[in-house]
T-cell receptor, first 118, second 117 residues
């Protein structure tokens, strides 16, 4: 696609429910990242993938959060048993990450998914 | 550990004024990238510029210019002749370099720029 696409854009869910957020990266991009952004703050790293391999999940706050990218393209971030403190914007980003391309290290973001847990 | 500090939380200027957004970073890596992103009221995060740690040459793009000074660990962003459409939150970010590519970004807390007509 032309840009990073995320869905849903807005999600309101009740506390205790599971939520799945989807990310479709820019076509051909190797690396995919998930970030969380609270109101008035900068985005914070959650996890990232190279192809289908999850390279770093050090930013996931606890074991209720998980992510997958089974075919190396679309990714899903899942939050189980949601809590009010999970309310935030969840941003997905991707980069080409090709060693022979300097521009490949630019990280492009989607529009984000706003999650509200009530 | 990496850290990015944007000390200016909010700035207001009148249209056509010049404005500089400050960014100071901390890293132990010798190879890293610095970025600026713009977040307009609509919420998307728009890439503006990437700089690698080996290139301290300043860059100008239209009304935007960036001043990278390794000696002071700063990567400041100047908008010349500001316009109302420049109103947004601006984020500075730092990425370290590993295995041939940039890794995850560490963001500052952002500067809210308001340009008044």
């Amino acid at each position: 696609g032309a840009g990073v696409s995320q869905s849903p854009r807005y999600k309101v869910t009740k506390r205790g429910q599971d939520v799945a957020l989807r990310c479709d990266p820019i076509s051909g991009h190797v690396s995919l990242y998930w970030y969380r952004q609270a109101l008035g703050q900068g985005p914070e790293f959650l996890t990232y993938f190279n192809y289908e391999a999850q390279q770093d999940k050090s930013g996931l706050p606890n074991d209720r959060f998980s992510a997958e990218r089974p075919e190396g393209s679309i990714s899903t971030l899942t939050i189980q048993r949601t809590e009010q403190r999970d309310s935030a914007m969840y941003r997905c980003a991707s980069s080409l990450a090709r060693l022979d391309s300097f521009s490949g290290n630019t990280i492009y973001f989607g529009e984000g998914s706003w999650l509200t847990v009530v | 550990a990496q850290k990015v500090t944007q000390a200016q939380t909010e700035i207001s200027v009148v249209e056509k004024e010049d404005v500089t957004l400050d960014c100071v970073y901390e890293t132990r890596d010798t190879t890293y990238y610095l970025f600026w992103y713009k977040q307009p009221p609509s919420g998307e995060l728009v890439f503006l510029i990437r700089r690698n740690s080996f290139d301290e040459q300043n860059e100008i793009s239209g009304r935007y210019s960036w001043n990278f000074q390794k000696s002071t660990s700063s990567f400041n962003f100047t908008i010349t002749a500001s316009q109302v459409v420049d109103s947004a939150v601006y984020f500075c970010a730092l990425s370290f370099f590993s295995s041939g590519s940039a890794r995850q970004l560490t963001f500052g807390s952002g500067t809210q720029l308001t340009v008044l007509p």
